[in-house]
């Protein structure tokens, strides 16, 4: 069955340093993966999604499959960085996310 | 409107009571999704629309869970009697079709 898991419900960081979010997943199939975000008293966004490759906000993800880990990173943090990030695998054509519990991030001063 | 619109934003419910959640998704996507996270949780799938066809409903928790969106476009989550395990926060996402779904603010249902 898909599953996503995030092993840190917390990862406290001070500001400027470097910032891993580890995601791992199960899936049989060749896997779609996004990283969700959701700042204070906003909805959940998009952050980025490993098939355009892109770097959103200074993040960076890069799809293992050996590892099945998509984790996300960022060599110096922001204290706008803080806030909830979620794993998520889209599967039967997108129909459906599955979510990780999310790893609260905080950075401070 | 700009983004996906969810209503109301909080809801108080005595259990036993029936609770009626709107969604208005971005005008012009076919798809519609509804959620449910728990406190602590991720969000976890309920439901899925393609335009007003009910496409996968595995994700409702017990037959006292029912969604519609008659005419394609603005959905509606209903619980009836509602118990205090049904409290969580209720998310809808849209898309058109394939890719990025966009999230409401969320319905936050306090059975009590």
Known sequence: ?109 | GAGVSQSPRYKVAKRGQDVALRCDPISGHVSLFWYQQALGQGPEFLTYFQNEAQLDKSGLPSDRFFAERPEGSVSTLKIQRTQQEDSAVYLCASNQGAGEAFFGQGTRLTVV
């Open chain 1, 1 to 109: 069955a898909q599953r996503v898991t995030q092993p840190e419900k917390l990862l406290s960081v001070f500001k400027g340093a470097p910032v891993e979010l580890k995601c791992n997943y199960s899936y049989s199939g060749s896997p779609e993966l996004f990283w969700y975000v959701q700042y204070s008293r906003q909805r959940l966004q998009l952050l980025l999604r490993h098939i355009s490759r892109e770097s959103i906000k200074g993040f960076t993800a890069d799809l293992n499959k050996g590892e099945t880990s998509f984790h996300l990173k960022k060599p110096f943090a922001q204290e706008e960085d803080s806030a909830m990030y979620y794993c998520a695998l889209p599967y039967t054509g997108f129909q459906k996310l599955v979510f990780g519990t999310g790893t609260r991030l905080l950075v401070s001063p």
